[in-house]
């Protein structure tokens, strides 16, 4: 893990986890929910287009491996 500057306070948000004002779930981890119950219905739409559950998964799937191979890393 590489160290970083933050205004992160751990007890702040183990209380936040507590009371369950935060739960554990993330961006991806709801995304995944999603296409695991309703993969082909929309997701996202707009004037000209709309992107199904399945296919947002697979463009931010290619975005991260993207991202890695520029050298992006955890933490």
Do not use: C
């Not at 007890?11 to 082909?40: C, I, K, M």
């Not at 287009?49 to 191979?69: E, F, Y």
């Amino acid at each position: 893990m590489r160290a970083f500057l933050t205004l992160h306070d751990p007890a702040a948000a183990a209380a936040n986890y507590d009371s369950g004002v935060w739960q554990s779930d993330t961006f991806y981890s709801l995304l995944t929910a999603h296409v695991e119950r309703t993969p082909t219905a929309i997701a996202l739409r707009d004037r000209y287009r709309s992107i199904d559950w399945q296919s947002l998964k697979a463009w931010t799937d290619g975005v991260a491996t993207q991202l890695r191979a520029l050298g992006l890393v955890q933490g």
